[in-house]
T-cell receptor, first 113, second 114 residues
Framework: GESVGLHLPTLSVQEGDNSIINCAYS??????FIWYKQESGKGPQFIID?????DKRQGQRVTVLLNKTVKHLSLQIAATQPGDSAVYFC????????????FGTGTSLTVIP | NAGVMQNPRHLVRRRGQEARLRCSPM?????VYWYRQLPEEGLKFMVY????????ESGMPKERFSAEFPKEGPSILRIQQVVRGDSAAYFC????????????FGPGTRLTVT
């Protein structure tokens, strides 16, 4: 199957700093990507998505960057808050798989007050 | 608009018993996906279903596991003769009919096999 990997399994940041979470995906033809946030004991929650015809997309305090040349995604969180502490997953939607996504192992973000 | 619902939230079974996990997708969603998550690990795809059809079950063990999504009612993930290795969190997600849309996740069912 497909695999999606994350460069850093854990990340600690000071409250107020910016966070960057990286992700490498495997299928160069994947055309849709999502970042999910999972808090302890809960299901994954959609944060932001990006399609392959874009390099950058911004949301509220979050930005996703897509580099198709090296098959790399990043999630930037501005002014990180304690409520941002969670595990973050990237997911890719390869072609010809319907609406199926492949998830990475996740990065655990800890925000230090 | 209720989100994806899963029940039970916690399920304890003895080895050899059967576990039935239920998932009600969001209103209007006809695609359902089941994932398994072990502690400190990512989500592993198990099965993808549409109403009355299994689209992709490549991630599901060949034995003891089955899934259905009937025309009426919730999707069911069934695990027969559970073993301790089946202990995990099982998440269900749903999406609209159209390809290229996000999956909305339920809160999960945490299965413990004693």
């Amino acid at each position: 199957g497909e695999s999606v990997g994350l460069h850093l399994p854990t990340l600690s940041v000071q409250e107020g700093d910016n966070s960057i979470i990286n992700c490498a995906y495997s299928n160069s033809a994947s055309d849709y990507f999502i970042w999910y946030k999972q808090e302890s004991g809960k299901g994954p929650q959609f944060i932001i998505d990006i399609r392959s015809n874009m390099d950058k997309r911004q949301g509220q305090r979050v930005t996703v960057l897509l580099n198709k040349t090296v098959k790399h995604l990043s999630l930037q969180i501005a002014a990180t808050q304690p409520g941002d502490s969670a595990v973050y997953f990237c997911a890719e939607n390869p072609p010809n798989t319907g609406n199926q996504f492949y998830f990475g192992t996740g990065t655990s973000l800890t925000v230090i007050p | 608009n209720a989100g994806v619902m899963q029940n039970p939230r916690h399920l304890v079974r003895r080895r050899g018993q059967e576990a039935r996990l239920r998932c009600s997708p969001m209103k209007g969603h006809s695609h359902v996906y089941w994932y398994r998550q072990l502690p400190e690990e990512g989500l592993k795809f198990m099965v993808y279903l549409q109403k009355e059809n299994i689209i992709d079950e490549s991630g599901m063990p060949k034995e003891r596991f089955s899934a259905e999504f009937p025309k009426e009612g919730p999707s069911i993930l069934r695990i027969q003769q559970v073993v301790r290795g089946d202990s995990a969190a099982y998440f269900c997600a749903s999406s609209p009919q159209t390809v290229g849309y996000e999956q909305y996740f339920g809160p999960g069912t945490r299965l413990t096999v004693t």
